[in-house]
Nanobody
Framework: QVRLVESGGGSVQAGGSLRLSCAAV????????LSWFRQAPGKQREPIAEFDTDGDARYAYPVKGRFTVTKDYAKNILYLQMNKLKPEDSGMYYC?????????????????????WGQGTQVTVFS
């Protein structure tokens, strides 16, 4: 049974940092793609960071240069290091899994392309 389990959310002052983790339980292959999405109240779920099979990372423009996505292949855990956080970074952060290998081409993938989702972890950034 596949489960994506996020952790690491919380409340932080603007300018601070948080690190999110996503454990891919039941994913047989650690090269299968995982990504991070964010959803603010009243808004659509949007891609934040992708980590592809070949180790390439792609970021949404609002977080580029502040967020870093990495992966522990041995443990099959995806991380999202978030620095210089802003109030507009607040929202529910979700880990999403493709259940297969993938390579980044063109635009970042949308939520509909991911079959596996975690329960989400809340991030609140206050000014």
């Amino acid at each position: 049974q596949v489960r994506l389990v996020e952790s690491g959310g919380g409340s932080v002052q603007a300018g601070g940092s948080l690190r999110l983790s996503c454990a891919a339980v039941g994913y047989d292959d650690s090269t299968w793609c995982l990504s991070w999405f964010r959803q603010a109240p009243g808004k659509q779920r949007e891609p934040i960071a992708e980590f592809d099979t070949d180790g390439d990372a792609r970021y949404a423009y609002p977080v580029k240069g502040r967020f870093t996505v990495t992966k522990d292949y041995a443990k099959n855990i995806l991380y999202l290091q978030m620095n210089k956080l802003k109030p507009e970074d607040s929202g529910m952060y979700y880990c999403a899994g493709m259940g297969r290998i993938c390579y980044g081409l063109g635009l970042m993938r949308t939520a509909s392309e991911y079959p596996d989702w975690g329960q989400g972890t809340q991030v609140t950034v206050f000014s």
